[in-house]
């Protein structure tokens, strides 16, 4: 029933680095493009970061220079590393696969930045 796993989060201090993964567990990943959101307290999921199945990406405003996502189809996975991280980076962090063939989305994953 889970199509998406996400792990690599945890807690950090202001400035440091985090590498989130996606693992895809019952579809071929080639043909999906794949993003990150994230979901803050009482906040609604935003986008992060997308890569296109031809490994086009982009990125919203605040994380521009700070992230980059990947991803290694014949590994069926999904990266997003994180550097200088800040406090309103903190948020669960899901990830996402979508198709003509399906829309799939993990349970997600903490991030929080604090000193």
Same mark, same amino acid.
């Given at each position: 029933?889970? %199509?998406?796993? !996400?792990? /690599?989060?945890? #807690? @950090?201090?202001?400035?440091? +680095?985090?590498?989130?993964?996606?693992? &895809? *567990?019952?579809?071929?990943?080639?043909?999906?493009?794949?993003?990150?959101?994230? %979901?803050?307290? !009482?906040? /609604?999921?935003? #986008? @992060?970061?997308?890569?296109? +199945?031809?490994?086009?990406?982009?990125? &919203? *405003?605040?994380?521009?220079?700070?992230?980059?996502?990947?991803?290694?189809?014949?590994?069926?996975?999904?990266?997003?590393?994180?550097?200088?991280?800040?406090?309103e980076d903190t948020a669960v962090y899901y990830c996402?696969?979508?198709?003509?063939?399906?829309?799939?989305?993990?349970?997600?994953?903490?991030?929080?930045?604090?000193?």
């Amino acid at each position: 029933q889970v %199509q998406l796993v !996400e792990s /690599g989060g945890g #807690l @950090v201090q202001p400035g440091g +680095s985090l590498r989130l993964s996606c693992s &895809a *567990t019952l579809f071929t990943l080639k043909t999906y493009d794949m993003s990150w959101y994230r %979901q803050a307290p !009482e906040k /609604g999921r935003e #986008l @992060v970061a997308s890569i296109t +199945s031809g490994g086009e990406t982009e990125y &919203a *405003t605040p994380v521009k220079g700070r992230f980059g996502i990947s991803r290694d189809d014949a590994k069926k996975t999904v990266a997003l590393q994180m550097h200088n991280l800040k406090p309103e980076d903190t948020a669960v962090y899901y990830c996402k696969a979508q198709s003509p063939y399906g829309l799939y989305w993990g349970r997600g994953t903490q991030v929080t930045v604090s000193s």
